[in-house]
């Protein structure tokens, strides 16, 4: 570059731009190659299970138990299927609840440390380990009533808990002031506003992550290994009894050496990620509005 | 989630409308329903607290009979020697649990980092605009997938995967003296490695979706800043995106960290829990805390054994609690920078 | 090299300056600039006012390219500076955006930066200076900011910890010590007290013999005191897109002006 230089060469004449273009280009790229192996790794999880289970998969599998002898082809996880069912509802019904409860509390309610302290240490327990929380379960519970469907379904309420309470109070903090003060200035009592004001406002989202939540419980395997105990072999619907579910059962097979039981594995595995898939694209689809985090 | 924005209608009562009479029965009802939510509040802070009271008084025989630190001092866990009695115990030294979750949890912190703080940026800053969302939501659906299923598929699918290229850094980098230890053969499938790699996977989508947030709150005026001064994206990138995502990214990572550090059944499955000892090589077979009591609660019916299990508990949950806390501080302050 | 102001021989330049021909901009379908025609001289200011919304700040960004950045935004149009085709296909928005610096409306320094660093920031991403030469740069652009004696002691302080007016002048010296030729300001005084503004307004004096300016303000006297030539731009309804209505010397327009919409203007009857 010389001091005589006229703009039209200064603007090419900038040095080291190709080396700027290159290192952005290379870094580019690496930032693809980031998101490509993501998205490798979802695809591969998927298509590996997809193919696997829909070789055994099949009507009979979703209506019949595992056959006796674990070596014996055929049979399907009816028992794991409907014992998941039953110990995520009634988790459910206790976690949403109390999460949406305890939402409430913190947005509508709350003030100063315990507030504060609620809304921290509700997500910490989002991070608590599942094992952990199973353990706590079989202390509290396991060891005066055994092992039971029941059991495994405070574990997983547990477990979402704090989910919905995080989702919930993301929603009800997107619900407008102004809608709070209309209410309030009618004469409505401030539990008058929150249940005919905001909590059907902030419906959508609420029911968003809720379904969030339950797809969730329904894989979580390892608390309900601490509590739920597992049950191959036949159908137990009442919760106050040891049960199956789909998780313990996708487990207890894939680790055997039994070739048959692994196919019946294969299949439980793909019905687990439809189920949970379905729930997310519903939930998502309800909640395009609304971001819902679920870390 | 911005952190202490007051909202509601505690917010509004701050500086109260004046309600005209308030009847005494609508009143009544509305301090009952208030209590009601803040009884629900307090079962969040009730559970953790109680995890910590049961898991300690679970523990708490073992803790007594072998010495408090005496667990994490020792790496003997043997629960089949025979010679066990109530008063000589088999001893229960949980050193080699530690190590495995330290051990995989940073293989899956150092692959799983980058490729989401880079899968992030892409989905912030790179991507042509109509593909951020989809991307976004696939990426987040990594996180939808089950750990079981991830552990089953690391089962099948990634250890044939990954052993020839296992098989060939043990047969070279693995045969050097000294430095070729901690890649030392045989490699068995079920490894260290394989449980970190699995993690990676799983903790990747929740690292991702944690910078994602703090890459957007980027302010607009600060990029076209470093734009307007010539700077390629890349630049832009890392002048004016990076340096304020820093605690961000920290935070985001010790999330990561957290879900690592307890995630059971994948790591189970793939990680062989050989509990005896502490294996030199990352492609040879070990435990975690997680794996141990997940592998074992059910079969411990030797004295001290399910109590210890209880303490391995105990120092899993104390381990989630200090990287979780930290993690949130540290994500809150980042995010409102 | 950084010392090369000023040019010799550049005045003489017919071509050396900026000319903006026929210009048209969008935000998606929506038209916000329509056939606008601007030659702004070689080391003057030019100041561009009119009612807000009326396109201003959208030309300037026309200018060095940052108008495409806007995700559906498009242009139309020629943007010459110095005889070159700011829009050639060959040519780099990147190296566009050098050639041609920008100050904006809010000071932006980079927070995680100290002053020092923000100065030298847009040469350290060029790469094309030794480091041994980065504080002797960051000493002239502080200086012609005239920044430099205010915080010559505390270079490796946070930027933040500035005013808001050392700020913004910070902000022109980071966007000196790149070198430009053209310096774009877009209503670079709306967020600064009165003090704040003047001391700008007499470092914007002061460069306009290296540097070729173009203002955007809405602030009329603001121009008067700063620019030597002056466009006025209005748009006539709402939703329809600006348009330059008259240019020429500020001295012209604020005190003889020819088309009747830029008399109401100046004369303050309208905006």
Known sequence: MTDVALPAARFRQRPALRRRRTKNAVMTALLLV????????????????????????????????????????????????????????????????????????VVEYGRGRLRGAIRFFNDVLIGIPTIVTGAFVYAVWVTRFGFSGFAGSIALAVVMLPLVARTTEEMLRLVPTELREGSLALGATRSQTVLRICLPTALPGIITGGMLAVARAMGETAPLLLTVLGNDLFTQLNPLHRMETLSLQIFSNAVTGYEQAQARGWAGALTLIAIVLILTAVARFFGRRVQVENV | MSPASAGGIAAIERHPLPIALR????????????????????????????MVVFLVLQGLPAMRHYGFFSSITSQRWAPSEASATLSTPNPYGIVQFIYGTVLTSLIGMVIAVPLAVGAALVITDVAPRRLRRPLSSLVDLLAAVPSVVYGFWGLFALIPAIRPVVDFITSTLGTVPVIGVPFGGPFFGVSYFTAGLVLAIMILPIIAAVCREVFRSTPRNEKEAAVALGATRWEMIRIAVLPRARSGIVGASLIGLGRAVGETIAVTMVIGNAVLHINPSIFDQGATMSSVIANEFTEATEPFHLESLFVVGFWLLIVALVVNMLARVVVRRGVSL | MFAAHPLPGREADQVDGLSIDRLSAWFGRHKVVEDMRLRAPSRKVTALIGPSGCGKSTVLRCVNRMHELVPGARVQGGVHFGGVDVYAPDLDAGSVRSEIGMVFQRPNPFPTKSIYENAIIGVRIARTTPRGRLMEIAETALSRAQLWDEVKDRLHKPAVSLSGGQQQRLCIARA??????????????????????????????????????????????????????TGFMTIENAGDPGRLVEFGATTQIFGAPVNPATEAYVSGRVG
């Open chain 3, 176 to 229: 000196i010590a790149v070198d430009p030729s053209l310096l774009l300001m877009d209503e670079p005084c709306s967020a600064l007290d009165p003090i704040a503004t003047f001391k700008i307004e007499e470092l914007i004096r002061a460069i306009a013999d290296r540097y070729t300016v173009v203002i955007v303000t809405h602030n009329m006297h603001q121009a008067t005191r700063v620019s030597d030539y």
């Open chain 2, 23 to 50: 009847g005494e029965r609508r009143r009544l009802g509305d301090s009952v329903f208030g209590a009601a939510v803040a009884l629900t509040g307090g079962v969040v802070l009730l559970v953790l607290a109680a």
């Open chain 1, 34 to 105: 980031a998101v490509a192996l993501a998205l490798g790794a979802l695809a591969w999880v998927l298509v590996y299970v997809g193919i696997r289970g829909f070789s055994v998969i099949s009507p009979s599998f979703l209506t019949h138990n595992p056959p006796g002898n674990p070596a014996a082809p055929g049979g399907g996880f009816f028992n794991g299927i409907a014992g998941s069912l039953i110990v995520v509802g009634i988790a459910t019904g206790i976690a949403v609840p109390l999460g949406v409860g305890a939402a409430i509390y």
